[in-house]
Structures are given as structure tokens and as C-alpha cells.
């Protein structure tokens, strides 16, 4: 094995490092402390701030500079490491080694070469540059000025190009106007984070801002067996003790069965019929039309249906045309800000901190909402959206109301504590350092 294509190597891969962490810094930097900068009586300072002021071109020339590095990387470590493996094969199959076994060997060297890569190159210099930002950009500028000035007719050629490609699918291009990814907010957010000028809870709540779009309003919607709705021929009396005792103001209203609803009643257009002796009650007569939307619709969407027709709830239907359940605007809202507990809720949270790794879940808490609580994965293939319907599906069967059966599943150990109404109710949660398995 030839080593002087490994060792030429190392330039472009240091050169890659060095510019991965630059331009991290300057990203950091971009739009937490430029107008700062801009005032400061720090040259090198200044002289950022004026290079930040239309970062476009300096950082998409750094990338592109960091991708050309990266190929050299690849292309010489790669053909050096399987040149050597592919060599040694004839000693292993005695003989000619086979097409699949070098096809093999390529591709393993490959792999290898990206993973190390990504570790030495990109990983390392981003987490160092995040936690550094200025004195990493105070020693990365120049070199990234350099690069970016290198590349410049390379990154024009390509963003011509891709400018021309987009027209041809119809497709609008940026021009000139700043582009900010998710990705770079969501960095500058951690650094916040780390750096304590960011609360976790702020860092929670911008998280769950981009993942508002993504979600579905199944995954926010009370279930139709936790709803409350009366029927068509309810009494004045009853609808008002159903409104009382659950603390709700707007209540559906079905004909022959949940499925079948025919819109909405709000309580304050009753007030003036309480207390009224003899009255002839028609529930039909002040119902409200009912907003119905689809368990595929996306919470983003509901937003702005319940802006545009001034309502705060929805009958959610499933792709059979039956109830699913119902969303309102405070669902929406608790998937951003977390839990709303009123005075009317009940008093058990749905996530309830004993110790140390240790909670107890409603069974209605989410399957994504216990990983990130754990930092696990869980189940990717369930049917089920609930922990307390994983559980079910991993037990085969619904625990009776006696019965508390344990199981581990990612190193965490659940039990059941309570069922209700054929569904687990509610769950302890623990982390667990040892294997375990399904106990009754």
C-alpha cells in the first residue's frame, strides 16, 4: 500500500475541519450577536459584522469549499484503503477473489471513510465552534474570506443553475433574499440553551413551533371515549349538570349516536333559560353548526380553519365518516406550550415526576412524547399512537382492573397501575439498568 495518497489526505481533511467550524461559528454568530458587533469598537469584530450583513455568499462558498474537501478525502483515502483490502483477498480465497467480495470491500472501505468523516470533520468542529462561536470565528475568518472567494465562481456557476432547473419545474427561486433553515435556528437555539440564555422551557416551546406543521390532529384530539356530548333530546337541566361537572362551555350534540353529530351547543346561550320555570327545551334550536375535519388534517391547518370560522372546537372524523374525536384550540395550544391545567382539569397530570427516571403516564400520553421523555425509540411499527395502547399491543391482551402487569421495553420498565373502561388508565415509569421481561 502506497501511503503518500493517505497522507496528502490530511490537508483537505483539515482544511474541511477548519471550515466546517468557521462557518458554524459565523452561523451562531449571524443572528445572535451581529448588530453587537456591528457597534463594537473590536476591528475584527466590525469587520465580521460587515461580512454577516449578506452572509449568503460567504457561507454557501465555505460549504461548497468544504464539499470539494470532503470528495478529496474520499476519493484518496478510499482508493489507498480498498486498493490494499482488495490486494490482500487472492491470500483469503486462495486464489481470484470474486466479484461480490471485491464489490464488498469497496463498499465497507467506503462506509468507513464517510463515518470517519463525518466524526473528524463535521461533528467535532460544530460542537467545538457551537460552544465558541466568537474566538472560533476571530481565528476562521480569514481562511473562510479565502474560501469563499475561491469558490465564488463555482457557487455562482451553481446557483445559476439551480435557479434555471427550478423555472424549469416550476419552482420559485430565492433571488436575493436571506435564507435561514430550520436547522441553523434549532443550532443557535442549543447554543442559547447551553449558554443560559435560553430556559429549556423557551427551548421546548420553539421545538415544538417546528414540529407544530408535522403533527396531525390525532395526535392532539381528545378521544371519543373521554368525550363529553349529549343527545339531541337532552333537558335544559341535564345539559347544564353535564356543563358544570365538566367544566365545559361547548358541548356536542349527536342524534342517534356519537357517530352521528349534529353540531355544536355553547352554554352561554343558555343563561338566559336557567332558572326559567316550565321552559320547552329544544336543544336542536341552539345548537351551532359543527366544524368537521380529518385525523390527517395538520395542526397548522386547524389553526387556521379555527381563525378563519371564529370557532374553538372540531369534530374530528375518521376515513369512515365516524366520530374520532374532538380538537380545540387549547389542544392546539398545550402541543406548543405544554399542559394548560385550569381549574377544571383534573388534578392528575398526564406526566407526573416521582424521582429521578421515575414518572407516572396517563395512558393517554403519546408514544413520541415518551421517547423524547426517556430519549428513547420505541415501537416505530405500532398501530397504536398511545404508550397505553403499545402496552396492550405488547401484552396481547387488556390487563383486567385487578391485575398490574410489568414489562421493559428501550431500558425502560412500565407497569400498569390502573384500568379503566377495558384501556390502561395509568402507568408507572421507570428507568431501567437491567434487562427485563413481561411479568404478570
Not at 462558498?61 to 483515502?77: H, P, Q, R, T
Not at 470517519?116 to 457551537?130: E, G, H, I, K
Not at 337532552?234 to 353535564?242: F, G, H
Request: hydrophobic fraction near 45%.
Amino acid at each position: 500500500m502506497d501511503p503518500y495518497p493517505s497522507m496528502m489526505a490530511l490537508l483537505p481533511a483539515l482544511l474541511s475541519a477548519l471550515l466546517c467550524a468557521g462557518r458554524t461559528a459565523l452561523t451562531v454568530l449571524k443572528d445572535q450577536s451581529v448588530k453587537k458587533m456591528a457597534s463594537s469598537e473590536d476591528r475584527r469584530e466590525r469587520s465580521i459584522a460587515r461580512l454577516l450583513e449578506k452572509p449568503a455568499a460567504l457561507l454557501d462558498g465555505v460549504k461548497l469549499a468544504c464539499f470539494f474537501c470532503n470528495a478529496a478525502v474520499v476519493l484518496l483515502v478510499h482508493n489507498t484503503l480498498s486498493g490494499a483490502v482488495v490486494h490482500l483477498l487472492p491470500r483469503l480465497f486462495s486464489g481470484a477473489a470474486p466479484a461480490w467480495a471485491v464489490l464488498l470491500t469497496h463498499v465497507l472501505v467506503f462506509m468507513i471513510v464517510i463515518f470517519l468523516l463525518d466524526v473528524l470533520c463535521t461533528q467535532l468542529p460544530y460542537r467545538a465552534a457551537s460552544r465558541r462561536p466568537r474566538g472560533a470565528a476571530f481565528a476562521l475568518v480569514g481562511l473562510c474570506r479565502l474560501a469563499a472567494f475561491v469558490m465564488r465562481p463555482f457557487a455562482a456557476a451553481g446557483a445559476t443553475a439551480a435557479e434555471l432547473l427550478s423555472r424549469l419545474f416550476g419552482a420559485r427561486g430565492d433571488d436575493e433574499t436571506e435564507r435561514v433553515t430550520e436547522e441553523e435556528i434549532r443550532m443557535m437555539v442549543d447554543v442559547g440553551n447551553e449558554k443560559g440564555a435560553i430556559e429549556q422551557s423557551e427551548k421546548d416551546m420553539i421545538n415544538n413551533i417546528f414540529e407544530f406543521d408535522d403533527r396531525n390532529v390525532s395526535e392532539v384530539m381528545t378521544h371519543r371515549t373521554d368525550m363529553t356530548a349529549v343527545p339531541k333530546d337532552v333537558t335544559i337541566d341535564r345539559i347544564v349538570a353535564i356543563a358544570i361537572e365538566a367544566g365545559f362551555s361547548r358541548i356536542p350534540v349527536y342524534d342517534e349516536d356519537i357517530d352521528d353529530i349534529m353540531g355544536i351547543v355553547y352554554v352561554k346561550d343558555l343563561l338566559c333559560l336557567i332558572g326559567t320555570p316550565g321552559v320547552d327545551f329544544d336543544a336542536q334550536k341552539y345548537m351551532r353548526p359543527a366544524l368537521f375535519v380529518p385525523e390527517s388534517m395538520s395542526c397548522v391547518d386547524l389553526f387556521a380553519q379555527f381563525k378563519q370560522k371564529k370557532v374553538m372546537v372540531a369534530i374530528v372524523v375518521d376515513e369512515y365518516g365516524g366520530t374520532a374525536g374532538i380538537a380545540s384550540m387549547e389542544d392546539l395550544l398545550e402541543s406548543i406550550v405544554g399542559n394548560i391545567q385550569d381549574e377544571y382539569d383534573d388534578e392528575d397530570e398526564e406526566i407526573c415526576k416521582l424521582s429521578d427516571g421515575v414518572y407516572t403516564l396517563d395512558g393517554a400520553v403519546s408514544i413520541e412524547d415518551v421517547e423524547r421523555l426517556f430519549d428513547i425509540e420505541l415501537d416505530e411499527d405500532s398501530e397504536y399512537d398511545t404508550i397505553g395502547g403499545l402496552l396492550i399491543e405488547k401484552l396481547e391482551r387488556i390487563p383486567s382492573p385487578h391485575e398490574h402487569p410489568a414489562l421493559e421495553l428501550s431500558g425502560v420498565r412500565f407497569t400498569v397501575l390502573l384500568v379503566e373502561d377495558r384501556r390502561i388508565a395509568r402507568i408507572r415509569a421507570e428507568k431501567s439498568s437491567t434487562p427485563g421481561q413481561e411479568t404478570a
